[in-house]
Nanobody, 126 residues
Framework: QVQVVESGGGSVQAGGSLRLSCVVSGIYVGISCMGWFRQVPGKEREGVANIDHVPTTHYTDSVKGRFTISRDNPKNTLYLQMNNLVPGDTAIYYC????????????????????WGQGTQVTVSS
């Protein structure tokens, strides 16, 4: 059984930092495409970053230079380091695994992501 559990969300002021963690069981993060997504109520879910087996990483333009996706293979954990946060980053952040596919979509689409966490809230105040 695959489980995906995020943590690390919270409330920060603009310019602050947070690190999200995603502990995964049942799928090895080192060989599966893993992604971070976010969603604001009433808006479509947005791909934030993903990482494949190489690892190759992709980021949405609005977070490039501020966010870093990484993984710890022995801990089977995915991370999203978020620096210089802005109010526009406020959302529920989700971690997801793209089944047993090792490649990621550079356009950060959510097609093929079969296992999702429950989400963690990130709130950035100005």
């Amino acid at each position: 059984q695959v489980q995906v559990v995020e943590s690390g969300g919270g409330s920060v002021q603009a310019g602050g930092s947070l690190r999200l963690s995603c502990v995964v069981s049942g799928i090895y993060v080192g060989i599966s495409c893993m992604g971070w997504f976010r969603q604001v109520p009433g808006k479509e879910r947005e791909g934030v970053a993903n990482i494949d087996h190489v690892p190759t990483t992709h980021y949405t333009d609005s977070v490039k230079g501020r966010f870093t996706i990484s993984r710890d293979n022995p801990k089977n954990t995915l991370y999203l380091q978020m620096n210089n946060l802005v109010p526009g980053d406020t959302a529920i952040y989700y971690c997801a695994a793209r089944g047993y596919q090792s490649t990621c979509d550079p356009s950060l689409g959510d097609s093929g992501f079969t296992h999702w966490g429950q989400g963690t809230q990130v709130t950035v105040s100005s």
